[in-house]
C-alpha cells in the first residue's frame, strides 16, 4: 500500500460477509475504516473486534474518500438515495450488489448529481452462509472482482480503487457494462443456486443411504442451495430477462438427455455427454 493510500478514510456499509470482511480486510490492511450496520449488536461486534475505528454516520460519510455499500439491492437504492447528499465530492462510492443495472443507473444519476464518483463493483467471493459471525479478513485472496464503470475511460479512477482492493487479496479485475455483467452473472452464478436449490428437493434426498452413497459431486452440487432465500429472490426477480433465458436453455438442454434415456438411445446419450465434456474443454482452455 502507498503512502497516499495510508492516509485514506474508507465507510463500509452493512457489516455481513462481504461488508465485513471488507471492514476486516481493510484494516488490517492499515487504512482507516468507518462502518454502519442496522444491528447494533454486529456493530458493537465489529468495534470490539477491532474490525472498524469507528461508526459510519451522517457526520462522518464527508470524511470518506471511499464508500463501499455491502447491503442488498434495495438497502442499497435506499441508502444512496438518503445520503448522497452528505458524500463529499472526492469521494468514490462502490456498491457491491450482485446485479448491476438499477443501482448502477441510480448512481450514476445521483453522483452527477451531487458531484461525487460512482463505480459498480461484485466481489467475486463468498460463502454459502452468510453475517458478520463468518466474515473473515482474508475473504477475497486470490479473488476477482467485477468493475463497472459509469466511464471505462476513467483510467485514474479504476487505478485508484484496483490499488486499494489489491490491498486487501484481489488478483484478478474484470470491467464490464451493467447489462453484461448481468448477462453473464445469470448464467455463472444464478441459475446455478436455482438448480443446486431444487436439485436437493428429490424424495431420495432425505434417505440414510444418500449420505453413505454421495461423494464429490454430490457436494458440489448441493453446496450453494443452502442460501439467504430473501437475498436470492430479490436477485432473481430484479434478473428475471437474463436468468428466464438461461433457464429456459437449460430446460430445454435436460428435455435433449431425457429423451435419449427415455427412448434408449444409447448414441445420443453419448453424444450429448460428449458434448458437455467438450464445452467444458474449451472454456477451461480460454
Not at 447528499?85 to 469521494?91: A, N, Q
Not at 448491476?100 to 463468498?126: N, Q, Y
Not at 429472490?233 to 438442454?253: A, K, P, Q, R, V
Request: aromatic fraction near 6%; charged fraction near 30%.
Amino acid at each position: 500500500m502507498t503512502a497516499e493510500n495510508k492516509k485514506l478514510n474508507i465507510g463500509i456499509v452493512g457489516l455481513g460477509l462481504i461488508g465485513g470482511s471488507l471492514a476486516a480486510a481493510l484494516k488490517n490492511s492499515g487504512y482507516t475504516v468507518f462502518g454502519s450496520d442496522t444491528n447494533k449488536i454486529t456493530l458493537d461486534f465489529a468495534k470490539m473486534a477491532g474490525s472498524i475505528d469507528g461508526e459510519l454516520t451522517d457526520e462522518s460519510i464527508s470524511s470518506c474518500d471511499v464508500i463501499f455499500v455491502a447491503i442488498t439491492l434495495d438497502q442499497a437504492e435506499a441508502w444512496i438515495n438518503s445520503k448522497a447528499h452528505l458524500i463529499s465530492k472526492d469521494c468514490v462510492l462502490v456498491d457491491c450488489c450482485g446485479v448491476k443495472r438499477r443501482i448502477c443507473a441510480r448512481g450514476k444519476e445521483l453522483s452527477e448529481a451531487c458531484g461525487f464518483k460512482f463505480l459498480g463493483g461484485h466481489p467475486m467471493a463468498g460463502k454459502q452462509v452468510g453475517g458478520y459471525k463468518n466474515s473473515r479478513a482474508d475473504l477475497f485472496k486470490d479473488a476477482t472482482f467485477c468493475l463497472v464503470p459509469m466511464d471505462k475511460n476513467d483510467i485514474r479512477l479504476l487505478t485508484s480503487i484496483k490499488d486499494i482492493l489489491a490491498d486487501i487479496g484481489f488478483t484478478r479485475f474484470i470491467v464490464m457494462t451493467a447489462e453484461e455483467h448481468d448477462r453473464v452473472i445469470a448464467f455463472t452464478s444464478q441459475l446455478a443456486h436455482l438448480v443446486s436449490n431444487a436439485y436437493i428437493k428429490s424424495d431420495i434426498a432425505e434417505a440414510e443411504e444418500v449420505s453413505a452413497l454421495s461423494g464429490g459431486a454430490f457436494r458440489d452440487m448441493t453446496r450453494v442451495a443452502y442460501l439467504d432465500e430473501a437475498m436470492w429472490t430479490e436477485l432473481f426477480m430484479e434478473n428475471s430477462d437474463n436468468l428466464l433465458s438461461e433457464l429456459d436453455g437449460f430446460i430445454g438442454e435436460l428435455e435433449r438427455y431425457r429423451e435419449a434415456i427415455e427412448n434408449k438411445d444409447g448414441d445420443a446419450l453419448t453424444k450429448l455427454l460428449v458434448e458437455g465434456k467438450e464445452r467444458k474443454r474449451t472454456i477451461e482452455e480460454k
